[in-house]
């Protein structure tokens, strides 16, 4: 089976410019993570989708952050526009149930904002 | 929310030797899982493990649910073993969502 897939594995920016992140979860798993790990704050949870749909969105910064999940194989999340402070990785990962499920994580994004 | 507790927050071993790594989480969980991340950055899953003991090699863990702490035993550490190893915990106190702690960040030294 396929696991978490990310892309882009690093991505290099300028402040101002837009980025999107993305993420094919496992097929099945009915639960998407968004995850941001920093050196300050470690690995916090940012959003999260159940069957598509966002269910807790209150790790999301600010208002430059923006996550979708138009279908079950498939989520984006932007950053526009982007500041060297939301320099990170990004994690992606997927879950079958949310409670007592085994998470998954992708290989991560890593960005840096100039 | 729930808390959880890592330690010790860095650890450094020679190869060979023998290690435990502590989690400790304020509230009850369904859900507690191990994972290491390696120098290159993924998040390795190791165990998942909301109680009783597991084995998988060099490695084996155990969580005692009702005092709320898991311990990760490393055994004949190697190199390739360095890395930070997160618990992650869900339960009804953080609505199922999981929480990971800070890290205990492994070196072992050849």
């Known amino acids: 089976d396929a696991g978490v897939i990310q892309s882009p594995r690093h991505e290099v920016t300028e402040m101002g410019q837009e980025v999107t992140l993305r993420c094919k979860p496992i097929s099945g798993h009915d639960y998407l993570f968004w995850y941001r790990q920093t050196m300050m704050r470690g690995l916090e949870l940012l959003i999260y989708?159940?069957?598509?749909?966002?269910?807790?969105d209150s790790g999301m910064p600010e208002d430059r952050f923006s996550a979708k999940m138009p279908n079950a194989s498939f989520s984006t999340l932007k950053i526009q526009p982007s500041e060297p402070r939301d320099s990170a990785v990004y994690f992606c990962?997927?879950?079958?149930?949310?409670?007592?499920?085994?998470?998954?994580f992708g290989e991560g994004s890593r960005l840096t904002v100039l | 929310g729930i808390q959880v507790e890592q330690s010790p927050p860095d650890l450094i071993l020679q190869e060979g030797a023998n290690s435990t790594l502590r989690c400790n989480f304020s509230d009850s969980v369904n859900n507690l899982q191990w994972f290491h991340q390696n120098p290159w950055g993924q998040l390795i899953n190791l165990f998942y493990i909301p109680s009783g003991t597991k084995q998988n090699g060099r490695l084996s863990a155990t969580t005692v649910a009702t005092e709320r702490y898991s311990l990760l035993y490393i055994s004949s550490s190697q190199t390739t073993d360095s890395g930070v190893y997160f618990c992650?915990?869900?339960?009804?106190?953080?609505?199922?969502?999981?929480?990971f702690g800070d890290g205990t960040t492994l070196t072992v030294k050849p």
């Open positions: 989708f159940n069957n598509n749909v966002p269910i807790d």
């Open positions: 992650a915990v869900a339960g009804s106190g953080n609505a199922g969502k999981s929480t």
């Open positions: 990962a997927s879950t079958r149930i949310l409670n007592t499920g085994e998470l998954f």
